[in-house]
């Protein structure tokens, strides 16, 4: 029996999941701390150090990547949110969301090559 989804479609709804969950002062305080504690923040939040989770990101690289490629995805989930939306449609909102996807994507690129 064939699924329905395609498997990119799935990661994408996985990674849409975990950014829904993310309430206006999540953003509001990783803009006023930076890309960097951002990012770190978010490693923790999805539990980048459980294996179980290290081995589904392995598993989906390259749909996790093709997704994070474009900030413009990530944008279009939490500005979904109207108060995050007024945050992020600021130079420095902006700012930090392209940074803290850039530094996202490189923690989980050396997590997939570095094991």
Known sequence: MQSKWKKDEVVE???NYWLEKLEPEHVAEGIRR???ATAEWLA???HFDN???RFIIMLH???ISAYLSKVENVYNVLARKPEIKKLL???QGRMWLNKTVELLYW???NLVKNG
């Open 61 to 63: 690289w390259s749909e």
């Open 13 to 15: 709804k996985f990674i």
């Open 44 to 46: 923790n939040f999805l």
């Open 107 to 109: 923690k989980l690129y």
């Open 34 to 36: 930076g890309p960097e």
């Open 89 to 91: 449609d600021t130079p």
């Open 51 to 53: 294996p179980t989770v």
